[in-house]
């Protein structure tokens, strides 16, 4: 007992847990305070629990160089992160990614494996030309791989440029190509008209570069760009431009029915022959020139040449033709017979060509042939020739007609008409008049043309009745993606509700009733015999009482002694449990 004293001086004052338990007891409020805190706690946790930040990607795939600057950023800037499993994503709370991601722009993170024309900036003296352009090219990939990893599907982009060296020679110059590597993201997939934008934007930022001398790749291996369009003809915006002219007849159609027939009772289709061909003409008429008068000249000429004093040579070819002529005789010293043309009529004579004379068409010739020889002996023989040209203005119209794609050619619509309620309820068919009428806005609304071969057909019938109202009907309640998602969250509150009416009825409760309920009466319970009472008188009777009280009150005292014990050093009593149990 020495021992165990000494071990209990010397052990610390330190409250164990019966203390704390038999102190509780005794101060109901105590106990009451302790539970409600208890509760609070619980709550905060809870409520923090729910709380918590969501944490979203704030960068993916980013290299350890810039993964190291990026940890060392936001452990500067006091912002939360953790990885993602298998430590390829860095993740922040949701709300911050957006601030983060500036802050970290600003700070050039991250830099990433492509470098743009950064490269040009510090420019060593002396740099050859091909250090040069090889420099110029790494740039403008980088670039163009900057800007294709801004779409939103991309996760990261390479760009490979083939530019070749100019020439002078037509025959040696060569077309540059590309090629791009896109690495999308997990569970993101790229349609057809983003990669026909990849493909322009790099083929416009390359001079030269035909976008069929592009091609697009995924981190798959598959082709994504249309290599192969100019052989099929097909383009994608072509057909989404034919897509959109044909919903919106389409709506058309079906607006303007709807109110008549009602919502459900009107289907339309439409087929829109596009004409994607681009026309350019260019025509140029000449048209003769109606008023001679008020025609324009544009340009004249006239010529005139005059011979005089010359004979001009005649005859049959060969000498005689060319011995010259012979001498002329005046007719004023060579006598003219009577009679002989030239010479002045006898009295009595009529004259030739007079009624009655002889005078023929022959003999009025020779006269006249003689006058002239006559004439031309005396003047000289002479020619004359006048040549003019008029060039007038022809009436010109040229046309220049560029006829834009996308015209439409030819639309062909069909319109089902579902039969009406009749007056006593039942379904009836549409009247011809009310067919017609049908029919007509259809052609209002989609511009019907019968010159460009245009077709409607309108058909009324009675619609089936396994329709998609009635399959919604047939799917069970347990698998209505709606029913499902409602029945996860009102679980969720109600797993919630059940653990907290647990807590209380189960802890607290219990707790709250033990420690604030009145302390109950002392029940005085009646001996199974009664004792006979104690002769004062008698000395062996008082002695005995005296012994028994005397080992009530040592029992007592080892009890509290004990109590006192286990209380300040716990060790103690263990080890001496421990030999108990092991002797």
């Given at each position: 007992m020495t021992a165990a004293a000494a071990s209990v001086g010397a052990a610390p004052n330190a409250p164990a847990a019966p203390a704390l338990l038999e102190r509780l007891r005794g101060q109901p409020k105590l106990a009451l305070i302790v539970g409600g805190a208890a509760l609070v706690a619980v709550a905060a946790a809870f409520m923090l629990w729910s709380r918590a930040p969501d944490y979203k990607v704030l960068y993916t795939n980013v290299s350890d160089r810039d993964g190291g600057a990026i940890i060392a950023s936001l452990t500067q800037m006091n912002v939360p992160y953790k990885f993602a499993e298998g430590g390829n994503a860095i993740l922040i709370a949701g709300d911050k990614v957006p601030e983060v991601r500036l802050k970290l722009a600003a700070q050039g993170l991250p830099k990433g494996g492509g470098v743009g024309?950064?490269?040009?900036?510090?420019?060593?003296?002396?740099?050859?030309?091909f250090a040069e352009q090889v420099n110029y090219q790494r740039g403008l990939e980088g670039e163009l791989a900057r800007s294709i990893e801004s779409i939103g599907t991309v996760e990261s982009a390479r760009v490979h440029l083939a530019l070749p060296k100019p020439s002078l020679f037509v025959r040696d110059q060569k077309k540059p190509s590309a090629s791009v590597v896109l690495a999308l993201h997990r569970g993101r997939s790229i349609d057809e008209g983003q990669v026909s934008a990849i493909v322009h934007m790099i083929s416009s930022s390359v001079p030269e570069l035909d976008p069929k001398s592009v091609t697009v790749v995924d981190q798959r291996g598959n082709l994504l760009s249309a290599a192969n369009a100019g052989a099929r003809g097909l383009d994608v915006s072509q057909l989404k431009y034919a897509q959109e002219i044909e919903q919106g007849y389409i709506r058309r159609i079906e607006a303007i029915l709807q109110p008549i027939l009602g919502a459900a009772n009107v289907r339309a289709q439409v087929a829109a022959d596009i004409d994607f061909s681009v026309v350019e003409r260019t025509e140029e008429k000449f048209a003769p020139n109606q008023d001679p008068r008020n025609a324009a000249v544009r340009s004249q000429q006239s010529s005139e040449s005059s011979q005089q004093g010359t004979t001009p040579p005649g005859g049959v070819p060969g000498a005689l033709s060319n011995q010259p002529p012979a001498t002329p005789s005046a007719p004023i010293t060579t006598p003219r017979a009577p009679g002989a043309p030239g010479a002045p009529a006898a009295p009595g004579t009529p004259a030739a060509g007079a009624p009655g004379a002889p005078a023929n068409g022959a003999a009025a010739a020779a006269t006249t042939n003689t006058t002239s020889s006559a004439s031309a002996a005396a003047t000289g023989p002479s020619s004359l020739r006048k040549d003019v040209t008029t060039n007038y203005e022809l009436d010109r119209s040229i046309r220049h007609i560029q006829q834009a794609a996308g015209g439409v050619k030819r639309v062909s619509?069909?319109?089902?008409?579902?039969?009406?309620?009749?007056?006593d309820g039942k379904p009836r068919a549409l009247t011809p008049a009310e067919l017609e009428q049908v029919r007509n806005l259809a052609k209002e609304a989609v511009g019907f043309s019968q010159e460009r071969g245009d077709s409607l057909n309108v058909v009324n019938s009675a619609f089936a009745r396994d329709g998609q109202d009635e399959q919604k009907a047939e799917v069970p309640i347990w698998k209505d993606r709606d029913n499902i998602?409602?029945?996860?969250?009102?679980?969720?509150?109600?797993?919630?509700?059940?653990?907290?009416?647990?807590?209380?009825?189960?802890?607290?409760?219990?707790?709250?009733r033990k420690h604030l309920a009145p302390p109950a009466a002392p029940v005085v319970e009646a001996p199974a015999f009664a004792e006979p009472p104690i002769d004062p008188n008698d000395e062996a009777q008082v002695a005995e009482q005296s012994a028994r009280q005397r080992e009530a009150d040592r029992r007592k005292a080892d009890l509290d002694y004990a109590q006192q014990v286990a209380e300040q050093d716990p060790r103690l009593v263990a080890s001496l449990v421990k030999q108990w149990m092991n002797p």
């Open positions: 024309f950064e490269l040009m900036d510090n420019q060593k003296f002396g740099t050859s030309q619509v069909a319109v089902v008409v579902n039969h009406l309620a009749g007056p998602e409602l029945a996860k969250s009102v679980s969720f509150y109600l797993l919630i509700a059940l653990l907290a009416l647990f807590a209380w009825f189960s802890v607290l409760r219990p707790l709250l």
